[in-house]
């Protein structure tokens, strides 16, 4: 069993920055992938970033290319998401998230996470 916590979101003008963490307990990175979902109101969640379990490679959605990175701590098990140059789109409840499956081409895909936090909201405020 994993369990995941998030922390670090809160209010914030447009342009600044955010550092959002989760510490997960129960596994060991090497064996899950390990992504951030975002979701408001009314929508699905959206794919925000991933990370594969061999810490080699990253992916990131496509709505938030160059403002985002993803980076992993095995020791401490933490996965941060650095957000800068926020805008009020990027308002969301942001969802750290652990999956089994190994497959690439679901890594992008929130049905395929096996293991999500609480959340941490994120408010970008214009």
């Known amino acids: 069993q994993v369990q995941l916590e998030e922390s670090g979101g809160g209010l914030v003008e447009a342009g600044g920055s955010l550092r959002l963490s989760c510490v997960a307990s129960?596994?060991?990175?090497?064996?899950?992938?390990m992504g951030w979902f975002r979701q408001v109101p009314g929508k699905e969640r959206e794919f925000v970033a991933a990370?594969?379990?061999?810490?080699?490679?990253?992916y990131y959605g496509d709505s938030v290319k160059g403002g985002f990175t993803l980076a992993k701590d095995n020791p401490e098990n933490t996965l941060s998401l650095q957000i800068n140059s926020l805008k009020p789109e990027d308002t969301a409840g942001y969802y750290c998230a652990a999956r089994r499956e190994s497959v690439l081409n679901t890594i992008r895909i929130a049905l395929y996470y096996d293991y999500w936090g609480q959340g941490t909201q994120v408010t970008v405020s214009s």
């Open positions: 129960g596994a060991a990175f090497s064996t899950h992938d």
């Open positions: 990370i594969r379990r061999n810490n080699r490679v990253t």
